[in-house]
């Protein structure tokens, strides 16, 4: 079984539907990411979870939300989605002190939005 | 500001040979590190390799190597022996002291037999 998990996979919405995106992970880390990708601009961070409790806006928030429900489980929320929120969201994880200067990030298989 | 460059939007390689995959980085933190992922058609994200900004020696994991020239801030993709199943999207990405990863625009790599 995959060790981050994302569900759906894929989803086609309106314009104003309240869509979630789940994400769950069974490699134990503290640390859990949400990145957007679109075409020719890499991947983009929405936002970031160090534990349970902490919760942070990362470079393209507006929009979005976020619920870190359990140490294995972050989801995103599009309140009223449109159509320039179309692109494919992964979530992503990584420990917590491995003693390197930057801890590996190990992403979910993604799920490709479209908002019509 | 943070940044990564990577200014080869495709390239082209044939099976077998060697390829470098350009990436630059534009930071003023001491502490940092370097990550290449591939993204095959199919999606997904796959880590390749590290670099620490400390480290001594270029990184190194089977057929990649990371070439880190500090001074020049640049930390190219190797990929030695090319296969077919390398063709994807290879990606350059840079995290500071939070660990939040900043992404280059990629580059698209093909290899034919």
């Known amino acids: 079984d995959a060790d981050v998990t994302q569900t759906p996979r894929n989803r086609i919405t309106k314009t104003g539907k309240r869509i979630m995106l789940e994400c769950s992970q069974t490699k134990g880390h503290d640390r859990m990411y949400w990145y957007r990708q679109d075409p020719g601009l890499g991947l983009r961070l929405i936002y970031y979870?160090?534990?349970?409790?902490?919760?942070n806006k990362g470079e393209i928030s507006d929009g979005y939300s976020v619920s870190r429900q359990a140490q294995a489980k972050f989801s995103l929320s599009l309140e009223s989605a449109i159509p320039n929120q179309t692109a494919l969201y992964f979530c992503?994880?990584?420990?917590?002190?491995?003693?390197?200067?930057?801890?590996?990030?190990?992403f979910g298989p993604g799920t490709r939005l479209t908002v019509l | 500001a943070q940044k990564i460059t990577q200014t080869q939007p495709g390239m082209f390689v044939q099976e077998k040979e060697a390829v470098t995959l350009d990436c630059t980085y534009d930071t003023s933190d001491p502490s940092y590190g370097l990550f290449w992922y591939k993204q095959p058609s199919s999606g997904e994200m796959i880590f390749l390799i590290y670099q620490g900004s400390y480290d001594q020696q270029n990184a190194t994991e089977g057929r990649y190597s990371l070439n880190f020239q500090k001074a020049r801030k640049s930390a190219n993709l190797v990929i030695s022996a090319s296969q077919l199943g390398d063709s994807a999207m290879y990606f350059c990405?840079?995290?500071?002291?939070?660990?939040?990863?900043?992404f280059g625009t990629g580059t698209r790599l093909q290899v034919f037999p």
């Open positions: 992503a994880t990584s420990d917590l002190g491995t003693g390197l200067l930057a801890d590996t990030q190990y």
């Open positions: 990405a840079m995290a500071l002291n939070t660990d939040k990863l900043i």
């Open positions: 979870s160090f534990d349970v409790k902490d919760i």
